[in-house]
């Protein structure tokens, strides 16, 4: 399908030569050149950390914009050039995918095995270890979250590749989130819903519900226990959050709009 498409918003940092930003431009265009579903944006991060103790220092995230979809992937590798052959890989079967949402999730329905489309769990760059003194809260995040299923929000934990998704589950309208456990997954809701969950052909443990805290309390929590997330209800506006830790070592919150 022919298609009007500008070039991707390229971010770099650290020492990230011409050549393999150039490869990975090309790389990118061709492969939206040829979706199915037109891409109304597209953003690419080459990243080179210069720290001699991490084992893969470059990073490479795909992020696109699938007609309204967004769809990510990212890699970390020894390097540079197979850090962008393999998250392009990996974005590639995720937009097809997603171009075939409905017939997928209801396949997955029925074919636990087949949830990871083929994927090897992706090599996440290892978290800065950043002294509990110079923490801080760098970056909020709000969304208008979609009820949607169970299967749909573990769907789009998949297409996005992220750690954990909060979203609104469809059958109670309150705040839950779905995150990775190992080589399965694991659920967290303000209502909990354990019937929801039999029905699920995958395994999802099912966690505990969020304790209403104040956002420098779930902080004080992620200090102590190095978790990755903390899904809380905030004490002022009622509504559930997520503080996480990111890989510069600092935190981030995400919550509804």
Request: aromatic fraction near 6%; charge should be negative; avoid cysteine.
């Amino acid at each position: 399908m022919e298609q009007q498409l500008r070039e991707p918003t390229v971010v770099v940092r650290g020492d990230v030569p011409e050549l393999m930003v150039d490869y990975a431009r090309d790389k990118v265009v061709k492969l939206i050149g040829h979706a199915s579903v037109p891409v109304l944006d597209a953003e690419l991060r080459l990243d080179h950390h210069t720290d001699p103790a991490r084992e893969r220092p470059n990073h490479v995230e795909m992020t696109i914009d699938l007609n309204g979809t967004p769809i990510r992937a990212y890699r970390s590798e020894r390097t540079m050039s197979e850090a962008i052959d393999r998250t392009l890989a990996r974005l590639r079967r995720r937009m097809e995918a997603a171009a075939a949402r409905p017939e997928t999730r209801r396949l997955r329905h029925r074919d636990p095995d087949s949830w990871h489309h083929g994927d090897r769990p992706t090599r996440r760059p290892h978290v800065y270890p950043r002294p509990r003194d110079e923490r801080a809260l760098v970056r909020r995040k709000t969304f208008a979250l979609r009820p949607e299923s169970i299967e749909e929000a573990l769907f789009d934990l998949e297409t996005l590749d992220h750690d954990f998704f909060l979203f609104v589950h469809d059958e109670t309208s309150t705040e839950s989130v779905v995150y990775r456990v190992g080589d399965g997954y694991g659920l967290m809701q303000r209502v909990a819903t354990p019937e929801a969950v039999a029905r699920i052909e995958i395994p999802v443990v099912l966690g505990s519900q969020p304790a209403t805290a104040t956002l420098e309390h779930a902080l004080a929590i992620l200090d102590e226990t190095d978790a990755p997330f903390e899904f809380f209800v905030d004490e002022r506006s009622g509504v559930g959050q997520v503080a996480y830790r990111r890989y510069d070592g600092n935190y981030g919150l995400i919550g509804p709009s």
